[in-house]
């Protein structure tokens, strides 16, 4: 297997996003996410840059790389036409195809995300549909989720929506064909393989690990 550096620079959004970061910290200064959280988009390029394998595993199994918001900030303000957002992109790719990404604890979101916007997209042809929404997960909607799922069908019909009946119309059913088709993009694309990786990834984290999340 090739070295992790090398992986990155497969990736075209590492080759648009990496040209020669001088540590200026413009990059830093302008991210929203840097006021938030302990995340230095300057460091992760140094780190990067450093090529070493040690130090990129280290980064691949941390909290840091899912910090990002994908804003695009450091994009705008860069001096050397650096774009960590992309890089950080790339890294992320690279640590779920790793199974590195099961190491952290916002790493291991990603399981989360997979099984409920990715196979609501394969099953229901939606990224999120307001009747696969569980409100007892979603504690900060308070009583609305639940009253607005409970008076659906009416509720929708007052918006022009066909709530999951068939024919036209938003949040109506997609048909059988339609899901077909999404299934084989996702099946050529290696999406599906993709997938699979991040269930395989979970399956052998470390077990000091396995309880610390309630998200599984």
Known sequence: MSSLYAQL???IRFQEGLTACMNCGVCTAICPAAAYYDYDPRE???EVQSQDEQTLIHLLKSDTIWMCGQCLSC???CPRDNTPGYIISALRTLSQQT???AHSRMGRQQLRIKRTVGESILKEGYCVHPKLLVPAEHPEQGPVWQWALDHGKELFAQLGSNYYEEGEGGVRKIDDQTLGELNAIFSETGGLDFFDRIEEGM???PAAEENQDSLF
């Open 9 to 11: 620079q497969s990736d």
């Open 44 to 46: 992760i390029c140094q």
């Open 75 to 77: 994009k705008t303000r």
């Open 203 to 205: 399956k052998n984290r």
């Open 99 to 101: 199974g590195y990404f």
